[in-house]
């Protein structure tokens, strides 16, 4: 069973604008882990944002932000005031407590436009 | 000096030829792993080394075989390859296993099998 989901294959925002990127996961674990990665065309993976389960608030780096709101299990990584620099691709995966495996999603595709 | 590089960049080879993809981290981790990336998947993982021993391989047929000299060095050597072989290949590494150690990826090797 597919553990991530990512709902948008691609998106297209204005540069200054502000956009959500959607992450539902599936686990029956209590204690997990949520990342973010980056992918520029170049094919790094960058990571982004890291999200604890136990972690009450929600995690802040920079310009990204991850509302991660546990009972739906969703964890969607907000970019604030996008720049051209910020198309890419986008990862959202989870590790489970007892497995050091990340499970990725399909990814979602991001364009910013000038 | 990136945390994970990967050589060569990239690679185009027939289905008889033998070649080998190298990964070297500078970050002091003692994990490393290989993905394969293919059009429109998510990452899939390949083989995990904790301290030097393999503690995963996943499924991956005979014909990638890998070889972790030290915690720092990992090789993917390539055989009689497929055209569906065909992918981005990364390599990663962590501090830890698991956790909330997030993983770091190098630039990857695109590898087109003629």
């Known amino acids: 069973a597919q553990k991530i989901t990512q709902t948008q294959p691609g998106m297209f925002v204005q540069e200054k604008e502000a956009v959500t990127l959607d992450c539902t996961y599936d686990?029956?674990?209590?204690?997990?882990?949520l990342f973010w990665y980056k992918q520029p065309s170049s094919g790094e993976m960058i990571f982004l944002i890291y999200q604890g389960s136990y972690d009450e608030q929600n995690a802040t780096e920079g310009r990204y932000s991850l509302n991660f709101q546990k009972a739906r299990k969703s964890a969607n990584l907000v970019i604030s005031a996008s720049q051209l620099g910020d198309s890419a691709m986008y990862f959202c995966?989870?590790?489970?407590?007892?497995?050091?495996?990340?499970?990725f999603g399909a990814g979602t595709t991001v364009t910013v436009r000038a | 000096e990136t945390g994970v590089t990967q050589t060569p960049r990239h690679l185009v080879m027939g289905m008889t030829n033998k070649k080998s993809l190298k990964c070297e981290q500078h970050l002091g981790h003692n994990a490393m792993y290989w993905y394969k990336q293919s059009a429109k998947k998510p990452l899939e993982l390949m083989f995990v080394y904790n301290f030097k021993e393999q503690t995963e391989n996943n499924s991956v047929p005979s014909r990638f075989s890998p070889e972790c000299p030290n915690s720092s060095h990992l090789f993917l050597h390539l055989h009689t390859l497929q055209p569906e072989d065909s992918a981005l290949y990364l390599c990663a590494s962590s501090h830890t296993l698991g956790g909330d150690q997030p993983q770091h990826f190098g630039d990857g090797t695109r590898l087109s099998i003629l």
């Open positions: 686990t029956s674990d209590q204690s997990y882990g």
């Open positions: 995966a989870m590790r489970e407590v007892n497995d050091y495996k990340l499970s």
